[in-house]
C-alpha cells in the first residue's frame, strides 16, 4: 500500500483521523486483528509497533471495543481528548492512562465519574474539590468520600450525602464529625451501622446507641459496654427479637393457607 500523512475528515465512530508512517493495507489488517482478538487485544496491541499504538485510526477502534485499552496507545494518544473521552465514557477508570492535563480536564473528569465513582482516585487534586464531582461519586458508593478533598471529609453536608448511600462512610469523615454528637445522631438515624465509625465516647453514649439499635440491630456490635444502660439495651434487643419471632410466625401461617 502507499504511505500517507494526511487529515481525513471522518473515521471510525465520527473521530477526525490524522494519518501516520503506517500503510492502508496494514491498517487493515491491524484493525481486523483487534476485532478478532476480543479480550487479547490489549496483549496485541501491547506488544505491537509503536507505529500501530500511534495510528489514530487503530486507537479509536481499540477504544471503543474497550476504554482500557487507551493504556496501550502512546503517549501522544493518551493525550488526545477525544479518544479519552470516548474511552472513560465506557470504562470511567482508564481515566489513570490519560495525561495529567486531561487528568485535570472537568469535562472528562465528569464523564469518567459517570461511568464508575472510583475513577474520583484518578482526577486531578484540584478536581477532588469539586462539589459535582464529588457528589456524583459518592451517590454511586460511599467509600470514594475517601478519595475526595479533605475539606469534604470535614464537611457534614457532604458526609451526610454518603452515609445515606451506606453509613460506614463515616468511617471517612474527619475526627471532628466523628466525635459531633448532633452530627453523629443524624448518621445513624440513616443507617446504625455508622456507630462503628463514632468516637468512643459516642459509642457508649446511651440515645446514640439506641437509635442506632433501631436502625440496624447489628449496631450492637460496635456499642461501647456501659452498665449503667445495658439491661435497657437488651431489653430493646429482646422487644426486637419478639417482632422477628413473631414476624416468622405470621409468614408461616399465611404460607400454609395459600
Request: proline share 1%.
Amino acid at each position: 500500500g502507499t504511505q500517507a500523512r494526511s487529515v481525513v475528515p471522518l473515521g471510525v465512530g465520527g473521530f477526525a483521523m490524522v494519518a501516520t508512517e503506517f500503510s492502508a493495507v496494514e491498517r487493515q489488517e491491524w484493525l481486523a486483528k483487534l476485532e478478532a482478538a476480543g479480550y487479547n487485544a490489549a496483549r496485541l496491541l501491547g506488544g505491537a509497533p509503536d507505529a500501530v499504538r500511534a495510528d489514530r485510526f487503530v486507537a479509536a477502534a481499540a477504544v471503543r471495543l474497550h476504554g482500557e485499552w487507551l493504556r496501550e496507545l502512546s503517549v501522544e494518544l493518551r493525550d488526545d481528548r477525544e479518544l479519552v473521552l470516548e474511552a472513560v465514557s465506557q470504562y470511567g477508570r482508564a481515566l489513570r492512562f490519560a495525561s495529567e492535563a486531561l487528568r485535570s480536564d472537568r469535562q472528562v473528569a465528569l464523564a469518567a465519574v459517570a461511568s464508575t465513582g472510583q475513577a474520583l482516585r484518578y482526577v486531578s487534586e484540584a478536581l477532588r474539590a469539586d462539589q459535582e464531582l464529588v457528589l456524583a461519586a459518592i451517590r454511586q458508593d460511599a467509600s470514594h468520600l475517601q478519595h475526595a478533598a479533605p475539606s469534604f471529609r470535614g464537611d457534614s453536608a457532604t458526609v451526610l450525602a454518603a452515609a445515606t448511600v451506606d453509613g460506614r462512610a463515616l468511617e471517612h469523615a474527619s475526627e471532628e464529625l466523628r466525635k459531633d454528637r448532633e452530627f453523629v445522631l443524624s448518621v445513624v438515624k440513616v443507617g446504625g451501622r455508622s456507630l462503628e465509625f463514632a468516637s468512643e465516647a459516642l459509642r457508649e453514649d446511651r440515645e446514640v446507641v439506641l437509635e442506632a439499635l433501631d436502625q440496624e440491630g447489628v449496631a450492637l456490635r460496635f456499642a461501647a459496654e456501659t452498665r449503667s444502660w445495658s439491661c435497657e439495651l437488651w431489653g430493646r434487643m429482646a422487644s426486637l427479637c419478639d417482632l422477628l419471632r413473631y414476624h416468622s410466625e405470621l409468614t408461616l401461617k399465611l404460607s400454609t393457607l395459600l
